[in-house]
Nanobody, 127 residues
Framework: QVQLVESGGGSVQPGGSLKLSCEAS????????VGWFRQAPGQEREGVSC????????FYRTSVKDRFTIHRDKAKNTVYLQMNNLQPEDTAVYYC????????????????????WGQGTQVTVSS
C-alpha cells in the first residue's frame, strides 16, 4: 500500500525558510511524478511545484518560482521542497502526491493527475 508522509512544516517569520519532506513507502518515487500542493483556509487547493519521473523536468507556479526548489533523493525515496523567502501568502497546509501513472516525463500542477496523497503539513508565515 502506498503511503506518503509529509514533514518539515512549522511557523516562520517572513523571509524565513523551511524544507518540506515527502517520504514514501510502498512505491518507488523515482518512477512517478511527485507534486506539492497547498491549501489555505477558505481557498481551493493549488499546485505549487512538481518533479517528473526520473527528474526529467520540474515545474513551479509563478508565485514561488525563484524561491522554492523541488528535488528528489532516490536513496531515501523522498522528495523535498526547499522554500526560501517565505511570505504570509505562503501560509497553508502543504500536501505531496504521486502521479496516477508511472514514467511521467513532463509533470503538471493539476491535482486530478495525482492519485496518492499525504496527510499534509502546516506552514505558517507571520510576523
Amino acid at each position: 500500500q502506498v503511503q506518503l508522509v509529509e514533514s518539515g512544516g512549522g511557523s516562520v517569520q517572513p523571509g524565513g525558510s523551511l524544507k518540506l519532506s515527502c517520504e514514501a513507502s510502498g512505491v518507488t518515487l523515482d518512477t512517478y511524478a511527485v507534486g506539492w500542493f497547498r491549501q489555505a483556509p477558505g481557498q481551493e487547493r493549488e499546485g505549487v511545484s512538481c518533479i517528473a519521473s526520473s527528474d526529467e523536468s520540474a515545474f513551479y507556479r509563478t508565485s514561488v518560482k525563484d524561491r522554492f526548489t523541488i528535488h528528489r533523493d532516490k536513496a531515501k525515496n523522498t522528495v523535498y521542497l526547499q522554500m526560501n523567502n517565505l511570505q504570509p501568502e505562503d501560509t497553508a497546509v502543504y500536501y505531496c502526491a504521486t502521479s496516477g501513472f508511472a514514467n511521467v516525463v513532463v509533470c503538471g500542477l493539476n491535482q486530478f493527475g495525482y492519485d496518492n496523497w499525504g496527510q499534509g503539513t502546516q506552514v505558517t508565515v507571520s510576523s
